[in-house]
């Protein structure tokens, strides 16, 4: 559930999620080297046409996994497979503090860990490169028991994150620091400062083990103002790219929709890149690290939960993928939200490239043209 926020009135957006160095696209092939001319003696051949140039594939796209949701990681490989023809060359795995270590702090909880031996040995078979989001506080280091409340004590999710980086930092191409820290409803409080905190602790208890990028964010929308504040509590050093999540609200409304100085808008990128700009980070990049439209078909009845039908899904990947690649050349890799629909036709279930029952969309095929550069 996501929830919007507009001078003072809360709005509910679902986005659907579960209780969820800096890579540069592939350029043009380089330019061959001009023949050699013909010899004196010899005819130059006819003139012809240049060959025509196709783009090199594009694998800074990826898609968010959500089928290893459960308590093994047999569908989530079914899934990898059935994406696989994609081309996608990105996976984006939310992980469960609350799950990993439920017991308390020190060794994670054995099942849940095993799950994710086994969903990174996937996404290694597969040639994904896989971005972690933890969140989700455990009660026992929560301060009013919620899993949405930043710990009490930064230091324990830095332990956390450092033993997961310690065992993982092989398979993990990326660290994302929570889930949307600027909203409220999964970051309670949403405090920039409180979570500039908990980044600048998670920051070397990664790069003590791995040298992957570590990910502010994702920020729910372009939130400019809440970044710069970030910035601000001391964020600046503890962080290597900016994450975002620019849905564009209405829910419904195309990825070029004009910004007009709201951050529910992707045109709104912008602002962001002048935040990271103003504060002397021009070099770090921004990661899409979760971006898409609903086919419901069914919504809340407002419209910020308005689904679009499955070939406007399609069309709107395309779009933004074009716009991101044209516009902003300093964002990427972008991850589509999510991988496969879930079991209801409510709005949250409908955000995925392939159906339930893993046959595909059209949205399926759209990333796959984008891969190809198509």
């Given at each position: ?49 240049p060959?025509t140039?196709?783009?090199?594939p ?5 898609y ?18 059935a ?17 990993l ?18 969903v ?16 989700q ?18 230091a ?7 033993l ?10 990326a660290w994302?620091i929570w889930?949307e ?30 040298d992957?990028?570590?990910l502010?964010?994702?920020l729910?929308?372009?939130d ?19 994450a975002?999540?620019?849905y ?16 529910w ?13 103003e ?25 910020w939960?308005?689904p ?11 779009e ?12 990427g ?14 709005y ?10 893993l046959?595909p ?6 990333l ?7």
């Amino acid at each position: 559930m996501k929830v919007l926020l507009r001078r003072g009135v809360l709005v509910a957006i679902i986005i659907g999620t579960w209780v969820a160095g800096s890579v540069i696209p592939w350029q043009l092939g380089a330019s061959s080297e001009s023949p050699s001319a013909p010899a004196a003696s010899t005819p130059a051949p006819a003139p012809s046409a240049p060959p025509t140039r196709r783009p090199r594939p594009d694998d800074a796209l990826g898609y968010q996994l959500s089928a290893h949701h459960a308590a093994d990681a047999q569908r989530a490989v079914k899934v990898m497979d059935a994406l696989e023809r994609t081309g996608a060359g990105w996976v984006r795995v939310d992980v469960g503090w609350a799950s990993l270590q439920s017991r308390g702090p020190g060794a994670m909880d054995r099942w849940y860990a095993d799950l994710l031996d086994d969903v990174f040995a996937a996404a290694r078979a597969h040639r994904l490169r896989v971005i972690v989001s933890l969140w989700q506080t455990p009660a026992w280091a929560s301060p009013d028991g919620s899993s949405y409340a930043p710990p009490r004590d930064v230091a324990d999710y830095a332990r956390a994150i450092g033993l997961m980086s310690a065992r993982w930092g092989k398979d993990v191409a990326a660290w994302e620091i929570w889930n949307e820290p600027n909203f409220d409803a999964f970051f309670e409080g949403a405090d920039p400062a409180t979570y500039a905190r908990l980044l600048c602790a998670a920051y070397p208890a990664v790069k003590k083990h791995d040298d992957s990028p570590v990910l502010l964010g994702g920020l729910m929308y372009n939130d400019d103002a809440w970044l710069s504040r970030a910035y601000r509590a001391g964020a600046g050093p503890c962080f290597d790219a900016l994450a975002v999540h620019p849905y564009v609200g209405p829910s419904d409304a195309a990825p070029d929709t004009p910004s007009v100085g709201e951050v529910w808008r992707l045109t709104h990128m912008p602002a962001m890149r002048a935040v990271l700009d103003e504060w002397g980070d021009r070099r770090k990049r921004i990661w899409v690290t979760e971006l898409g439209w609903s086919s419901g078909p069914d919504s809340m009845g407002n419209a910020w939960d308005r689904p679009v039908s499955p070939a406007v899904q399609a069309r709107y990947l395309r779009e933004a993928v074009a716009l991101i690649r044209d516009r902003y050349p300093s964002v990427g890799p972008i991850i589509w939200y999510r991988d496969v629909d879930g079991p209801t036709r409510a709005y949250a279930d409908g955000f995925g490239l392939l159906r339930h029952d893993l046959t595909p969309k059209p949205a399926f095929r759209a990333l796959r043209d984008a891969v190809r550069g198509r």
